[in-house]
């Protein structure tokens, strides 16, 4: 075994392949990472510009009371979108608070997604079926969770990969070291991807960690880390895609770092005034991921009005059947309240759900 | 129990020694206040945690620190609950008084090692001679619509942990009195700030006058049964008092403000005078400090009962969601029908 570390490190710059301009990056080709194919940008491309109606559909709905919070991904799209497309059926995706998008993109139900924020119930969508682990809002601590999915699969001789997301913030929470240390000890098919939105609520990077990025994280537990443009659709296909290749092949845990940034403020009930300047989120503007992969695709003939028409269509379609999907006011059960608690409930909790049975009786009879 | 009798500043520039200053103030404000107090007067006492800087947290109980009494004093952290409290520790250890926020009830497990097997048994492991005055603020309990993971109403694993001091005040007074008193004490505090009161007004008087840390208040007298609540329960309890008057019967409230340590006399006298008692709280009832209360109080008053006390609280599930919260906290009806089942006919 060596113990050389150079082999851990992230590349001195975060890979790209595609620049603000939409261009492909000169020389970017002959990398470690050779670009992902035409199809695969065309429908990241659709899927892109889904994302970004989600996203703005469900913080308009935030406005009319249909929500009561959203922590919106605008922004931070082209990462929502590749955690989920590089995905096979069988794998799992542990998303946080903020990766609503990449759990639709896994094929969960927009409107079930959002349940948790409109306050019907905790977890809107049943996990098993497209393997997507309840919304994680305590932080990092679905992190150790992810590598035990990943250690059961391997266990049970599954080919199954799971992508493992945390914020910026959340990389400082102790749970982050300690799964990456179980994954990596047990060599674990786990990618950790990290959104780096350069913020955490109110407080920066700077105040997260002195380390060289968030990629060199790994190195202390062995884990190779990757730093990408988190606003380049095609270098985060090609560079999460190599990591769940590798996990897949037997080749362990891997952590990527994507440089993005939170494009509003953490939820609509803060104040992003208060800690960052507007012009450091116009300068982020020009970084659109959704604008650098149309003009990229558009300039080589990949894509033409027509298709960008269907992929609008296919937006709206998803944001309509938010809308009405949230605008349906589901009267909740009270029953529900006691239904989930332990497999049978206990006998206190069937005393418990008389007793509103009952209070609910005397103010129908009233 | 000793409040503080120190002349405290008005705010960091100028000195009030003579007369206390009275202000209408919101619990977040009175918050604010009694921490800038505190600050001014003893250069030891720091404030940090996740977003108590520029944002002035969450609830903006910390606005302004950083800006009036620099970053020194006032500062963000890495965003880990162990961390912050376990540093908080060691500081304590060496001269600070800390004070530190746990964003949310929830956000606070993760420091829960920290709090239990130091904050809570350094004076006793080391027989007394390391001391650790800190504060760990926590804003808790329900009712403001949160979704999961911030409404917990937390109060029995701290209160069930000895070692720790556990306040829960009502009112913007109490939030003021309470947080002066937690960092001045010797001994740590978990200092709960009901959430869904954090914008409830109310006068404050400044430096205070009322009692610290171990008294009970009775908020209101009453002939026929005696309410206990504390926290976020209190203001409910009040009202189930005012309903009940309207028909006749005469409600007494006793709002704990301190959980740890607790006030036996105060709370044992109120019951005495009823001869019935109904606890109130927002936690699950199973193994709470409701539980708590009844048993403490059936013990040492059980020739003056007339009937067993009742308990009135949260079902013993998990927080619910905001669709379903209402049917999980104490409401006014449950509390009326509590008392009237105390069994009056006899
Ligand atoms: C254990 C824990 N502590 C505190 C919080 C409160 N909180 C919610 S989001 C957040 C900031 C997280 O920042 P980051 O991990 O960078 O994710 P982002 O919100 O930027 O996506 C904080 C402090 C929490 N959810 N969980
Ligand atoms: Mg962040």
């Known amino acids: 075994m060596t113990r050389d570390p150079s082999h851990l490190l992230p590349a001195a710059e975060p890979v790209a392949l595609i620049d603000a301009d939409g261009r492909a990056i000169k020389g970017a080709d002959g990398t470690a990472y050779p670009a992902p194919d035409d199809a695969a940008l065309v429908k990241a491309l659709g899927a892109l510009l889904t994302a970004r109606r989600l996203n703005d559909q469900a913080y308009a709905l935030v406005r009319q009371g249909r929500l009561a919070v959203y922590p919106s991904s605008h922004g931070q799209e082209a990462c929502q979108v590749a955690a989920a497309q590089v995905l096979d059926e069988g794998d799992w995706l542990f998303p946080t608070y903020r990766d609503t998008v990449a759990a639709v993109g896994r094929g969960v139900d927009p409107v079930e997604a959002l349940s948790l924020l409109k306050g019907d119930w905790h977890c809107g969508y049943d996990p098993h079926e497209h393997h997507v682990a309840p919304h994680a809002t305590p932080l990092a601590t679905q992190l150790p969770h992810a590598v035990g999915v990943a250690h059961a699969a391997t266990l049970r001789g599954e080919p199954t990969v799971v992508m493992a997301m945390c914020g910026d913030g959340g990389t400082s929470e102790g749970d982050f070291h300690e799964a990456l240390n179980f994954a990596a000890v047990f060599h674990a098919p786990v990618v950790f991807f990290i959104q780096n939105n350069g913020y955490a609520i109110s407080v920066p990077l700077s105040r997260q960690t002195a380390a060289p ?23 985060l296909l090609a560079v999460l895609g190599a990591a769940v290749a590798r996990a897949r092949a037997g080749g362990g845990p891997q952590l990527v770092e994507a440089l993005t940034y939170r494009m509003q403020a953490h939820t609509n009930a803060d104040d992003a005034t208060r800690y960052r300047d507007d012009a450091e989120v116009a300068a982020w ?14 300039d080589r003939g990949l894509i033409g009005p027509e298709q960008l028409q269907d992929f609008a269509a296919e937006a709206e379609r998803v944001a309509t059947h938010l809308r009405d999907g949230l605008n349906r006011d589901v009267e909740p059960d009270p029953a529900d309240l006691f239904a989930h608690v332990y497999a049978t409930p206990t006998p206190q909790l069937r005393e418990q759900a008389a007793l509103v049975a009952d209070e609910l009786s005397r103010e129908g009879a009233r | 129990m000793t409040a503080v009798a120190e002349p405290m500043t008005a705010s960091p520039a100028k000195r009030v020694e003579t007369e206390p200053e009275r202000g209408t103030l919101s619990m977040a ?58 540093m908080a520790v060691g500081m304590a250890m060496n001269g ?14 993760p420091a829960f090692e920290q709090i239990v097997s130091h904050v809570a048994k350094m004076r006793n492991r080391t027989r007394g001679r390391v001391a650790l005055p800190m504060v760990i603020r926590v804003p808790y309990a329900g009712g403001i619509g949160g979704v ?63 009692p610290g840390i171990g008294s009970a208040v009775v908020r209101r007298h009453g002939t026929d049964a005696t309410l206990i609540a504390y926290g976020p329960a209190v203001p409910v309890a009040l009202d189930a008092a005012e309903a009940a008057a309207r028909e006749g019967r005469s409600l007494q409230v006793v709002d704990l403000r301190s959980i740890v340590p607790f006030d036996d006399e105060t709370v044992c006298a109120a019951v ?17 400090v409701s539980a708590e209360i009844v048993a403490r109080v059936t013990e040492r008053c059980f020739n003056a009962l007339a009937a067993p006390i009742r308990r009135v609280g949260g079902f013993d599930i998990p927080y619910p969601p905001p669709k379903l919260e209402h049917f999980q906290l104490p409401g006014v009806d449950r509390i009326l029908d509590a008392v009237d089942d105390l069994q009056w006919e006899q």
């Open chain 2, 29 to 86: 404000q009175a918050l604010n206040r009694a921490l800038r107090d505190a600050m001014a007067e003893d250069p030891a006492v720091v404030v940090f945690g996740e977003d108590v800087g520029a944002l002035g947290g969450v609830f903006r109980v910390t606005d302004g620190l950083t800006a009036d009494f620099g970053e020194a004093r006032c500062f963000d952290t890495p965003l880990a609950e162990s961390g912050i409290v376990g």
């Open chain 2, 272 to 288: 005495r005078s009823t001869g019935r008692a109904v606890v109130v709280a927002e936690a699950a009832g199973f193994a709470g």
């Open chain 2, 148 to 210: 999961e993971h911030h409404c917990d109403s937390s109060e029995a694993y701290y209160a069930h942990t000895p070692g720790l001091h556990v306040l829960a005040p009502a009112t913007p007074a109490d939030a003021y009195t309470l947080l002066r008193a937690a960092i001045a004490s010797p001994d740590p505090v978990v200092f709960l700030e009901p959430k869904k009161l954090y914008w409830s007004k109310g006068e404050v008087e400044m430096p205070s006058r009322a």
């Open chain 1, 213 to 235: 990025s968030l990629a060199h994280k790994g190195v202390g537990y062995g884990v190779p880390g990757e730093r990408v443009d988190g606003n380049d659709m095609a270098a």
């Open chain 2, 96 to 109: 600070m008084r800390p004070v530190v926020e746990m964003q949310f009830d929830a956000f606070a497990y």
């Open chain 1, 285 to 298: 503007v020009e970084r659109d991921p959704i604008t650098r992969l149309r003009t990229h695709l558009l």
